[in-house]
């Protein structure tokens, strides 16, 4: 089985107060979307990720070269958006997609590879990273807020997702949360993004919507990463705080 490797990298960043696109930012010396590639190139999937930008495409298309085959997101409205934009540019045989970030420098190539072989293992429709952090203090309180809950019934499948602003007071105590790295199977995914519609306050798209209908089929398994793993870049402050922990941990 094939399995398509797709990375939203079309973000202004407009937190970090940049003029440069999000995912050509630098951490720890180097471009955060180096870091993916090597990633992706580390993990064994054969085949060039597909590359989703937006923002000034040009300096990440220059950047990036031919490590990527590239799809064009013209307006920025959501994750959900983005990924069916890259639907034409799948090669046919792909029977998963796994979708990634283009601020997310602590991806690893072993956790790539892990997150396909458990879906392709599974039978699922979705295979989803989870995180469980040991608590919601010192550098971990980043998970407190912008991360939703990964909630699980009695029976140890996952129920659904709830964000932060959405939960209750005993789900905001979950430490269970999710990163959404997610790895669907093709068919299925492109056939769901159909349905999601884009009634929220930012009026986009989102690809965590997909969570709701892969659980009401009961045909989602997960994976346990890291915290450093999970972790993405937003703001200046967020890129400082885990280009200190990568070199602590």
Request: hydrophobic fraction near 40%.
């Amino acid at each position: 089985m094939n399995t398509q490797i797709i990375i939203l990298a079309g973000g202004k960043g407009k937190r970090m107060n940049t003029e440069i696109p999000k995912c050509l930012v630098s951490f720890n010396g180097k471009p955060m979307i180096d870091y993916l590639l090597d990633a992706v190139s580390h993990s064994g999937v054969q085949g060039r990720p597909i590359l989703v930008v937006g923002y000034k495409r040009e300096d990440v298309m220059n950047h990036v070269g031919n490590r990527a085959l590239y799809a064009v997101q013209e307006a920025q409205l959501g994750t959900g958006h983005a990924v069916k934009i890259a639907e034409d540019s799948i090669p046919a045989d792909a029977d998963h997609v796994l979708v990634l970030f283009g601020d997310a420098p602590s991806v690893t190539g072993a956790m790539i590879a892990n997150l396909i072989k458990t879906h392709e293992g599974s039978g699922c429709v979705l295979t989803m990273a989870t995180v469980n952090v040991p608590s919601f203090e010192d550098w971990y309180a980043v998970f407190y807020k912008a991360f939703s809950r990964i909630v699980r019934g009695e029976d140890g499948k996952i129920v659904c997702s709830v964000e932060f602003k959405d939960s209750d007071d005993d789900q905001k105590e979950i430490r269970e949360v999710n990163p959404c790295y997610f790895c669907f199977e093709k068919k299925w995914l492109f056939e769901h993004l159909a349905k999601i519609k884009n009634e929220n306050a930012q009026g986009e798209y989102y690809l965590t919507d997909l969570v709701e209908y892969a659980a009401t089929q009961k045909s989602i398994a997960s994976v346990f990463i890291s915290p450093e793993e999970a972790l993405g870049v937003n703001t200046i402050e967020e890129l400082e705080r885990l280009e200190k922990i990568i070199k602590v941990k």
